[in-house]
C-alpha cells in the first residue's frame, strides 16, 4: 500500500481541484499510519426487477484497502469486478451505474471507460451524476449507453490537473536539508525538496497533455460529438448544471434515479409494435400469390421465386 500512495501522490489527477489537497493530505496520513473516521463507501449491486443498480460513490483510485476505503475512496478495480460480474449474471438485464464522484486518480480511469463503452452493445448501461460526475467519473459516465444528472445535480470538469509542492524554503526555515542520491538523468525531477524547474515543468505538462488527450476523445467518442466541441465547449473544465450539462449533449436527459431505473425498466420491456394487417394487405397478398401461381406458358422463365416471394408475404401477414 505504501508504494501505491507514492505513486498515486505523484500522478496525474483526472479530479476537481478544489478536491486534490484533502485526498493527497488524507493519503500522507494514511501512509503515516493514521486513521480518519470517514465512512467506508459501500460496493454492493441492488438487482431490482433485473436491473442492478451499481454505486460509484467517492474518489476514484485504482486500488484499495480496508485503510484508504476508510477515505471514501472507490477502487476502479472492484467496481470493475463487480460490473462484470453483473454483466455475466444471466438475470439482470440492465444495469444502472449510481455517480456520486469528483473524479480521481487518471490510473485504471480510461480502461474502465472504454469497457462499458464495449460492454454497452451487451446489455444496457446507463448512468446517472447523482448528484456530481465530475472529471474521471465523467469520463466513466459518458461510456454509458445513456448518460443522465439529477436536477440539482453536476457534471463536467473535462481536464487534467497534476501538483508540485516545492518544501525547500520550508525545510530551509526548519534547519532541515535533504540529498538525494539517484541515477537517471531524470530520476529526480519533480521533487519536493527543491524548486520545479522548466525542463521538469515541460515534462509534467506534456504528461498531463497526453492525459487530456486520451479524456477528450474518449467523450468524443462517447457522445458522437466532434472533439471540438469536447475542447471548446462542455465547461472546458468547469463544471455544468443540469441544464446547461444537457444543452452541451454531455446527458441525455435530467432525471432522478428513480426516473432513470424506470426508463431503462421500459427500454428492456419494449418489444417491437405489431400492427393487426388490413384487409386491403391481406387482399393484395393473395392476389399475388394467386398471380404466381398460374401455370408458366412454355418457353417463359419460371415464376417459382416470385411464387416463394408471395407466399412468404401472405404467411407474414397471416402471423401478423
Given at each position: 500500500?505504501?508504494?501505491?500512495?507514492?505513486?498515486?501522490?505523484?500522478?496525474?489527477?483526472?479530479?476537481?481541484?478544489?478536491?486534490?489537497?484533502?485526498?493527497?493530505?488524507?493519503?500522507?496520513?494514511?501512509?503515516?499510519?493514521?486513521?480518519?473516521?470517514?465512512?467506508?463507501?459501500?460496493?454492493?449491486?441492488?438487482?431490482?426487477?433485473?436491473?442492478?443498480?451499481?454505486?460509484?460513490?467517492?474518489?476514484?483510485?485504482?486500488?484499495?484497502?480496508?485503510?484508504?476505503?476508510?477515505?471514501?475512496?472507490?477502487?476502479?478495480?472492484?467496481?470493475?469486478?463487480?460490473?462484470?460480474?453483473?454483466?455475466?449474471?444471466?438475470?439482470?438485464?440492465?444495469?444502472?451505474?449510481?455517480?456520486?464522484?469528483?473524479?480521481?486518480?487518471?490510473?485504471?480511469?480510461?480502461?474502465?471507460?472504454?469497457?462499458?463503452?464495449?460492454?454497452?452493445?451487451?446489455?444496457?448501461?446507463?448512468?446517472?451524476?447523482?448528484?456530481?460526475?465530475?472529471?474521471?467519473?465523467?469520463?466513466?459516465?459518458?461510456?454509458?449507453?445513456?448518460?443522465?444528472?439529477?436536477?440539482?445535480?453536476?457534471?463536467?470538469?473535462?481536464?487534467?490537473?497534476?501538483?508540485?509542492?516545492?518544501?525547500?524554503?520550508a525545510l530551509d526555515k526548519a534547519g532541515i536539508q535533504t540529498t538525494l542520491i539517484?541515477?537517471?538523468?531524470?530520476?529526480?525531477?519533480?521533487?519536493?525538496?527543491?524548486?520545479?524547474?522548466?525542463?521538469?515543468?515541460?515534462?509534467?505538462?506534456?504528461?498531463?497533455?497526453?492525459?487530456?488527450?486520451?479524456?477528450?476523445?474518449?467523450?468524443?467518442?462517447?457522445?458522437?460529438?466532434?472533439?471540438?466541441?469536447?475542447?471548446?465547449?462542455?465547461?472546458?473544465?468547469?463544471?455544468?448544471?443540469?441544464e446547461r450539462a444537457d444543452r452541451e449533449s454531455m446527458v441525455d436527459g435530467i432525471?432522478?434515479?428513480?426516473?432513470?431505473?424506470?426508463?431503462?425498466?421500459?427500454?428492456i420491456g419494449q418489444r417491437k409494435p405489431v400492427r393487426p394487417p388490413t384487409r386491403?394487405?391481406?387482399?393484395?397478398?393473395?392476389?399475388?400469390?394467386?398471380?404466381?401461381?398460374?401455370?408458366?406458358?412454355?418457353?417463359?422463365?419460371?415464376?417459382?421465386?416470385?411464387?416463394?416471394?408471395?407466399?412468404?408475404?401472405?404467411?407474414?401477414?397471416?402471423?401478423?
Amino acid at each position: 500500500m505504501q508504494q501505491d500512495i507514492a505513486e498515486v501522490l505523484s500522478g496525474p489527477w483526472a479530479i476537481l481541484p478544489d478536491r486534490l489537497p484533502f485526498v493527497r493530505a488524507a493519503l500522507l496520513d494514511v501512509r503515516s499510519g493514521g486513521q480518519r473516521a470517514i465512512p467506508q463507501a459501500q460496493t454492493y449491486a441492488a438487482a431490482n426487477d433485473a436491473i442492478a443498480v451499481l454505486p460509484f460513490y467517492g474518489i476514484a483510485v485504482q486500488r484499495t484497502d480496508a485503510m484508504s476505503e476508510l477515505l471514501g475512496l472507490v477502487s476502479v478495480q472492484r467496481f470493475t469486478q463487480a460490473l462484470r460480474a453483473t454483466l455475466a449474471d444471466q438475470a439482470v438485464r440492465g444495469i444502472v451505474i449510481d455517480m456520486d464522484s469528483p473524479g480521481g486518480s487518471v490510473y485504471g480511469i480510461g480502461e474502465l471507460a472504454e469497457e462499458i463503452y464495449r460492454w454497452r452493445t451487451r446489455k444496457p448501461i446507463f448512468a446517472i451524476a447523482n448528484s456530481l460526475a465530475a472529471s474521471g467519473a465523467y469520463w466513466i459516465a459518458s461510456a454509458a449507453t445513456e448518460c443522465y444528472v439529477t436536477p440539482g445535480g453536476e457534471v463536467g470538469g473535462i481536464g487534467v490537473i497534476a501538483a508540485h509542492q516545492d518544501l525547500s524554503q520550508a525545510l530551509d526555515k526548519a534547519g532541515i536539508q535533504t540529498t538525494l542520491i539517484a541515477a537517471g538523468k531524470y530520476k529526480t525531477e519533480g521533487n519536493p525538496f527543491q524548486p520545479l524547474g522548466a525542463d521538469a515543468r515541460a515534462a509534467m505538462q506534456m504528461r498531463v497533455d497526453g492525459y487530456y488527450r486520451s479524456f477528450v476523445q474518449a467523450v468524443a467518442k462517447h457522445r458522437n460529438v466532434p472533439e471540438s466541441a469536447v475542447r471548446n465547449g462542455m465547461g472546458q473544465g468547469r463544471l455544468l448544471d443540469a441544464e446547461r450539462a444537457d444543452r452541451e449533449s454531455m446527458v441525455d436527459g435530467i432525471a432522478t434515479l428513480d426516473d432513470v431505473v424506470g426508463k431503462l425498466a421500459r427500454r428492456i420491456g419494449q418489444r417491437k409494435p405489431v400492427r393487426p394487417p388490413t384487409r386491403a394487405e391481406h387482399l393484395e397478398a393473395r392476389q399475388r400469390f394467386i398471380a404466381a401461381s398460374k401455370p408458366t406458358p412454355p418457353g417463359n422463365v419460371s415464376r417459382a421465386p416470385e411464387l416463394a416471394a408471395a407466399r412468404r408475404r401472405e404467411i407474414e401477414l397471416l402471423e401478423l
